[in-house]
């Protein structure tokens, strides 16, 4: 985004449960160049939202929570509350099951997610089965991570890539 729009940008992490999660985030923020700041709290977060609104784009990466941890979900509520984002991506892995799939939607779906970044696509056989779940629920993928190297495999979800994907060459005749 910033090198594409030249855009001013601004990552914020309220990722502070995972151990070096933000700290992770600070390098890859530090190697682009995009100032980075790490919140404690929904207040903090509204704080600085307030103050800093020079910025073209400001991405809020918060912490992966289980809906079966009430105080962490009631967190993630919180944050996204205060944030008032206009977009919000929920990040999944390929390798999770439809069924822990469908789980998961059922608590994330109400904080008004209006797209899905699918990760891991290089570990599973095949994303077919969540991507026709996706189908049945209207929610659009928008990005793809299909290996470690960042950005390199980070991919916008065309159709080209999920074609590669979604049926892997070893099928083909």
């Not at 309220?14 to 790490?38: H, M, N, R, W």
């Not at 929904?42 to 918060?62: A, W």
């Amino acid at each position: 985004t910033r090198i594409s729009y030249n855009a001013n940008v601004l990552i914020i992490s309220a990722d502070t449960y995972k151990v070096g999660g933000s700290e992770q985030l600070q390098t890859f923020a530090s190697i682009a160049g995009i100032p980075y700041i790490a919140v404690y709290s929904p207040n903090e977060l509204r704080g600085l939202l307030s103050k800093e609104s020079n910025y073209d784009f400001v991405f809020i990466d918060t912490v992966g929570v289980s809906p079966r941890v009430k105080e962490h979900y009631d967190n993630l509520e919180d944050i996204v509350k205060n944030s008032k984002p206009d977009n919000i991506f929920l990040v999944q892995s390929a390798t999770t099951s439809t069924n822990n799939f469908k789980f998961v939607l059922k608590y994330f779906l109400k904080f008004g997610i209006n797209g899905l970044i699918l990760t891991k696509a290089d570990e599973v056989d095949s994303i077919a089965p969540l991507v026709g779940y996706l189908t049945t629920i209207d929610l659009p993928l928008a990005y793809i991570t299909n290996g470690q190297r960042i950005p390199q495999d980070i991919e916008l979800a065309s159709r080209s890539f999920l074609s590669k994907i979604l049926i892997p060459d070893n099928y083909l005749i």
